[in-house]
């Protein structure tokens, strides 16, 4: 489950950084790219408009979760405290509602995996399923492992799972600081990472090192939110600015990360999506 903080940026703060990202980034065509590789993202990945047979099953399974009136319990963490610090009762459909990736960025993750083909994804923050049913179809002889802290709502994930009759998915539940320290040993690499799990800055960093041990030159890491708050900003530039990486994405909900040491110079590009 996303947990959601209150240093979060005002609507008004965040729509006005929207609005800059918008008529400031590059066209989402290409156009002016000089990366061949980013100019190929955007050609075969970014830009790709088929309707692939998953993409109606899975949002079938999200119209679902927006109208379940199910009351469950969740456990709100602090800061990927191994702490539970209160528990609440909360309707299905709202959780969906305020969790979920929209389908754009959900889709996209998904032609990632299918054009990429990864073989090890990891994914902090499962929620109801859904981004981890997309990325598990894009490539259905990866390992999917996604990590979730909220029992009920990983119960819930698991039984969309298995309506879809997803083999290569494996749920962990449990604390981020207990759980993916765990499977980092267990495996040799991530290939394709997605961290939504927490949006503070020292968090996203621990798992962003974390997940860099078994990294390669070929891996792909995505942070959700980096633009939804000073600190996802902070750990967003840091993120940048690291030895390892060679370059980045800003899709503003979405910063992509890339470490090919084939690139001959460090490059960020801001590009509309």
Known sequence: MKLLLTGMYSTYKL?????????????????????????????????????????????????????NKTLIEVEDRGAGSSVILSKNRRVVKDIAGSSLKNKKFAQLFFRQV?????????????????????M??????????????????????????DKLELQNVHLIRGDF????PALLQKINK?????????HLKTPTLQYFNWLLEKSSGQSIFIFDDIHWS??????????QHHTAVNLTI??????????????????????RF
């Open 177 to 180: 600081n207990e759980t993916l």
């Open 250 to 271: 800003d899709l503003f909900f979405v910063g992509l990360v890339f470490f090919n040491k084939d690139f001959k110079a460090k490059q960020h590009f801001v590009i």
């Open 230 to 239: 000073a600190e996802m900003e902070e750990a967003w530039e840091q993120i």
């Open 136 to 161: 598990a179809f894009g490539n259905p002889i990866s390992a999917v492992y996604t990590l979730e802290g909220a029992g009920h709502i990983a119960q819930i994930a698991q039984n969309n799972f």
């Open 114 to 134: 299918k054009y990429y083909k990864p073989q090890t994804i990891v994914e902090l923050g499962t929620s109801f399923g859904i981004t981890t049913s997309y």
């Open 15 to 67: 729509a006005k950084k929207y609005f800059r990202y918008y008529f400031t980034a590059a066209n989402g065509k290409g156009h002016g790219i000089h990366s061949p590789f980013v100019f190929d993202f955007i050609k075969n990945v970014l830009q790709d408009k088929k309707q692939y047979e998953c993409y109606e099953k899975i949002e079938k399974l999200r119209s679902e979760l927006l109208q």
């Open 190 to 198: 991530v290939d394709f990472v997605f961290v939504d799990g927490n």
